[in-house]
């Protein structure tokens, strides 16, 4: 798994263990979230699939077609996320 994916990764269980009612669309979570540039869009794109393939996300689509992600209300997988992330030192930036 590439580097930057990890550490994209790791920032959103962690931003969202913190704010456990964020929701957002991949836009907002690149731009707000994780402040990271706009060509690393793509890469925040497969962690959020990733995200959402563990049980640890939720993929929202809104009547106007607009895609949203979530932490999934009981998320163990996001737990172990967020455990892990702690033991290898979290996020890098």
Not at 71 to 83: H, P
Request: charged residues 25%; proline residues 3%; aromatic residues 8%.
């Amino acid at each position: 798994m590439d580097l930057l994916l990890k550490r994209y990764l790791c920032d959103l269980t962690i931003y969202v263990s913190a704010r456990p009612g964020a929701c957002d669309t991949p836009d907002g979570i690149c731009r707000w979230w994780l402040m990271a540039p706009q060509e690393s869009e793509a890469i925040v794109a497969q962690a959020l699939n990733w995200l959402v393939e563990q049980g640890a996300f939720e993929r929202l689509e809104a009547a106007d077609g607009r895609v949203r992600y979530r932490a999934c209300v009981d998320a163990g997988a996001l737990r172990e996320l967020v455990a892990h992330c702690a033991d290898s030192g979290g996020s890098k930036h």
